[in-house]
């Protein structure tokens, strides 16, 4: 299964950009298209924020305005659309962040997404999650955590190269370097 997390507009070319995000999120169109057959499922996360959602500068957050229900700044980026949709495997589009007054870095913190992902995971028998998307220090990485609390690492695979980060990647490369050196001396 491929994991992406919140690859949308507001995080590449909106809002809230992130550094070097929209060439990694056009290579990663160019590597879903050449991993045509390899996923049975692809699942994108979105932030999906009413307009008055707590995180917001305008509200007393630390975030700008990004990812408002409904807007251009949420959509998935385009360049992903076709080749998400057009190779072999289904795409399912899970949300977070919906409530006004919570936020939900994880995908696994909202209930809802979180129940319907671990059904699909267990129904479908997956047994390795590719996981990328944006931002990797942020969104990517504490759904990373808590897909290792609920599912366990072995079944995680980052793609690093598609993980675009606030922070430069520092944050998720650390990580996985404790995860990797964790495995060898456990």
């Not at 298209?33 to 509200?59: C, E, M, N, R």
């Amino acid at each position: 299964m491929l994991l992406v997390v919140d690859p949308q507009i507001d995080f590449i070319t909106g809002t809230l950009p992130v550094p070097d995000a929209e060439k990694q999120m056009d290579e990663l169109a160019q590597y879903i298209a050449g991993q045509d057959g390899t996923y049975v499922l692809k699942v994108i996360t979105t932030d999906w924020h009413p307009y008055d959602h707590h995180s917001f500068v305008s509200q007393g957050g630390e975030w700008p305005i990004h990812c408002v229900r409904n807007t251009i700044g949420a959509a998935i980026y385009p360049a992903l659309i076709e080749p998400l949709y057009t190779t072999k495997g289904a795409v399912k589009v899970l949300r977070k962040g919906v409530f006004r007054d919570r936020e939900e870095y994880s995908i696994f913190h909202n209930l809802s997404s979180a129940e319907c992902l671990k059904g699909i995971i267990d129904m479908a028998g997956i047994g390795q999650i590719d996981i990328c998307g944006i931002a990797g220090d942020i969104c990517v990485l504490n759904t990373l955590k808590d897909g290792i609390e609920i599912f366990g690492k072995e079944i995680f695979n980052v793609l690093l190269p598609y993980c675009p980060s606030l922070d430069g990647g520092v944050a998720l490369q650390t990580f996985v370097d404790n995860l990797t050196r964790d495995s060898r001396h456990g």
